[in-house]
């Protein structure tokens, strides 16, 4: 016989979801023997349908369906009429349930009226485009990185890092997008740091493939490497506390990291040639998109000083200053062009606000052709710079030599 606690919780779960008001339900505490360790449940448009969309957490991988209301209704009575998950919590608009069950074997309700939620709001009436599009069907690696407390709510000092964290998912949207998200997503993140931006992509990933289709059995494998060993121990407990079998973080460098399936390099404020170290290693890998945020740019400055070639622009790069700029935009303009003659489609991009740091250049660059279609007017537009800032070598044409 269903409880008094159990029939209040599903007719929130059904009202919430019918006005369109649900932004999350959670299973947990689970008592099954096939490893099935969560349920997520958020809603979802698809072709401009409402669904209740369901992620089932596996310790080894995540399966993925779409519900009407009513479905889900009775997918998620049976999870708990039947005990097999002990606790659950609904999120709405306007408050948040927690069911949980008792040592003494009763249901105990527990309901927290709520002005707001911090977060992501349900209403799908109008262009979810503009919403955030990180996933809140699971934010425990928010909370474990320190952006968020046990509610979900961003921390005042985390707000810019929580806006840093959405736009770099809004600026990668597009080539995601254009990658074939039904087959298997291997990703490499160079340089991983604490993993704030690691973790959103996964979470972002594993969504885009859930929504893509619901019999979808793609999936998203994402490796961390980083060379300091407490961030790489601290970010892969976060995954395994967060049950992302497939995110993990390896100690190393990005040169030495030996690469087997790659569809998406990625490294952020990698410095000097460890950017081109990273452009290098996707070329090579054959990588499906490639996403580099530069950060300082000594090489080519220092060819540049010790040519000391006169030209027109001789007098706008004799104060440091302006050289550095000038050594950065040669620097990224060069990379551009090697990636273009390798068959990439490049975009540049503001990154960070240049109100927190002027190393704000975002690359993103998309396969477009194979190894052999090379761009010979990109490389002829490669040497015409060169000649021009008396450059001998960029390091990334000499990493490529043999290619």
């Known amino acids: 016989m269903r409880s008094d606690s159990i029939h209040t919780f599903l007719t929130a779960f059904k009202d919430s979801a019918e006005v369109q008001t649900l932004i999350k339900l ?13 349920i997520y449940v958020k809603p979802v448009l698809i072709k401009n349908e409402f669904k209740l969309s369901f992620t089932y957490r596996f310790k080894t991988n995540d399966r993925f369906a779409n519900y009407s209301i009513a479905e889900a209704i009775v997918e998620i009575q049976s999870y708990i009429e039947e005990s097999r998950f002990l606790e659950a919590n609904l999120i709405t608009e306007s408050s948040s349930i927690k069911l949980e069950f008792l040592k003494s074997k009763k249901w105990k309700l527990t309901e927290t009226q709520k002005e707001t939620i911090a977060l992501n709001k349900a209403d799908l009436s109008h262009n979810r485009e503009k919403k955030r599009l990180l996933s809140d069907s699971d934010l425990t690696w928010m909370y474990d990185l320190g952006l968020t407390n046990e509610k979900g709510e961003v921390f005042k000092k985390a707000q810019d890092k929580y806006k840093q964290i959405n736009h770099y998912i809004e600026l990668l949207k597009p080539d995601i997008e254009s990658l074939n998200l039904n087959k298997n997503i291997h990703v490499m993140d160079m340089g991983s740091g604490k993993g704030y931006l690691t973790f959103a992509l996964y979470s972002y990933l594993q969504s885009k493939i859930q929504e893509s289709d619901q019999t979808n059995e793609s999936n998203v494998y994402v490796k961390g490497v980083e060379y300091r060993a407490d961030l790489v121990d601290f ?62 740019h000594k090489q080519i400055r220092r060819e540049m000083e010790k040519s000391s070639l006169e030209n027109e622009l001789s007098p706008l790069t004799r104060h440091g200053i302006f050289l550095e700029r000038q050594a950065e935009m040669v620097t990224d303009t060069i990379r551009g062009l090697i990636l273009e003659y390798y068959g990439y489609q490049i975009r540049v991009m503001q990154f960070i606000s240049d109100a927190h740091t002027p190393k704000n250049v975002m690359i993103t660059a998309i396969k477009k052709h194979t190894v052999q279609k090379k761009n010979e007017e990109a490389k002829e537009k490669i040497q015409k710079i060169k000649a021009y800032f008396g450059i001998q070598s960029h390091y990334l044409e000499e990493l490529l030599a043999e290619y």
């Open 26 to 38: 959670t299973l947990s505490k689970s008592k099954l023997v096939n490893e099935l360790k969560n």
């Open 235 to 296: 970010c892969n407990k976060t995954a395994d506390n967060c049950s992302y079998a497939n995110l993990s973080f390896i100690k190393g460098g990005i040169i030495d990291t030996p690469i087997n399936e790659l569809t998406m390099l990625v490294a952020l404020h990698a410095c000097d040639t460890a950017t081109d170290d990273a452009i290098y290693k996707g070329i090579v890998a054959n990588a499906d998109l490639i996403v580099v945020a530069p950060c300082c």
